[in-house]
């Protein structure tokens, strides 16, 4: 079975800073890979995505994230942080087009700091 | 906008009682999904069901069940509740890996 490891339960960052939020997974094949939002008191908003092809991918919000096969890593990125970032962000992995069912991570809670 | 629906989003139940959460989705998806969520722990997949009248469990099923009836109407079911059932249940339905997820039911066991 797949699993997602989010090995930073909380992150502090200082607004206009670089942002790495990481993500490991398991499973055997090449895997689907999500990255979602959650603000306070909001519902899940999907950032990005990969299921094939080039391994750097946009999302929005001026997110990226980075598939490294090597690594089973699927790290966030972001260049320059913003107050309105301050989230819980999960990562998540799926298996198979046909159930279309996500393991999530544990999540990372981001705090902004003036 | 696809539109998933969660009939209530606080709920105060007490031990014992039978509980009914209600997920409508409006764009005919075939895949349906209940999690809940809670600190610390991420979401946990509880049931879901892939066609009218079809269900799975997930990784944590025990203590609850799932109806299925109608394609856009997917119910969480928990037969008997308990404290440790206190949780926030997120609904979703998607197409393609398209999640949609509800705003979810912060259920609190009393």
């Known amino acids: ?114 | 906008d696809v539109k998933v629906t969660q009939s209530s989003r606080y709920l105060v139940k007490r031990t014992g009682e039978k509980v009914f959460l209600e997920c409508v989705q409006d764009m005919d998806h075939e895949n349906m999904f209940w999690y809940r969520q809670d600190p610390g722990l991420g979401l946990r997949l509880i049931y879901f069901s892939y066609d009218v009248k079809m269900k799975e469990k997930g990784d944590i099923p025990e203590g609850y069940s799932v109806s299925r009836e109608k394609k856009e109407r997917f119910s969480l079911i928990l037969e008997s509740a308990s404290t440790n059932q206190t949780s926030m249940y997120l609904c979703a339905s998607t197409t393609n890996y398209g999640y949609t997820f509800g705003s979810g039911t912060r259920l609190t066991v009393v």
């Open chain 1, 1 to 114: 079975a797949q699993s997602v490891t989010q090995p930073d339960i909380h992150i502090t960052v200082s607004e206009g800073a670089s942002l790495e939020l990481r993500c490991n997974y398991s499973y055997g094949a090449t895997p689907y890979l999500f990255w979602y939002v959650q603000s306070p008191g909001q519902g899940l908003q999907l950032l990005l995505k990969y299921f094939s092809g080039d391994t750097l991918v946009q999302g929005i919000k001026g997110f990226e994230a980075e598939f490294k096969r090597s690594q089973s890593s699927f790290n966030l990125r972001k260049p320059s942080v913003h107050w309105s970032d301050a989230a819980e962000y999960f990562c998540a992995v799926g298996d198979d087009f046909g159930n279309e069912k996500l393991t999530f991570g544990t999540g990372t809670r981001l705090t902004i700091i003036p």
